[in-house]
């Protein structure tokens, strides 16, 4: 809805926004301001990502439709990938390792 505030300034950053359907503004400065954030576009996440507090408001512009994504999951969605993309890399480096011993 437009004009909704959907984060504040100081909460947590304990979510991670991300626009579906519209735009959001996010507001970083005393004037009322601010960047715009379209469609596919995550909100905040720098806050988010470093596990401060938000550093500005965001607040609906027009219609919009924002996911929220709870913190704990996102974060355990990203640590499985990226323990995926380790074991998987280590995988190669053996296969290689090994290609390059059968090879001498």
Same mark, same amino acid.
């Given at each position: 809805?437009?004009?909704?505030?959907l984060?504040?300034?100081? &909460?947590?950053?304990?979510?991670?926004?991300?626009?579906?359907?519209?735009? +959001?503004? $996010? =507001? /970083? !400065?005393?004037?009322?301001?601010?960047?715009?954030?379209?469609?596919?576009?995550?909100?905040?996440e720098?806050?988010?990502?470093?596990?401060? &507090?938000?550093?500005?408001?965001?607040?609906?512009?027009?219609?919009?439709? +924002?996911? $929220? =994504? /709870? !913190?704990?999951?996102?974060?355990?969605?990203?640590?499985?990938?990226?323990?995926?993309?380790v074991?998987?890399?280590?995988?190669?480096?053996?296969k290689?390792?090994?290609?390059?011993?059968?090879?001498?």
């Open positions: 809805m437009d004009g909704e505030l984060a504040q300034r100081g &909460d947590p950053a304990t979510e991670l926004y991300v626009v579906v359907i519209g735009r +959001v503004t $996010v =507001c /970083r !400065g005393p004037e009322g301001g601010g960047d715009m954030c379209l469609e596919n576009q995550l909100v905040l720098e806050e988010f990502m470093a596990g401060v &507090d938000h550093q500005a408001d965001v607040v609906a512009s027009g219609k919009a439709e +924002v996911v $929220v =994504c /709870r !913190g704990d999951k996102v974060k355990e969605a990203l640590g499985m990938e990226l323990r995926d993309l074991a998987s890399r280590q995988t190669e480096m053996k290689t390792k090994k290609n390059d011993i059968s090879m001498t």
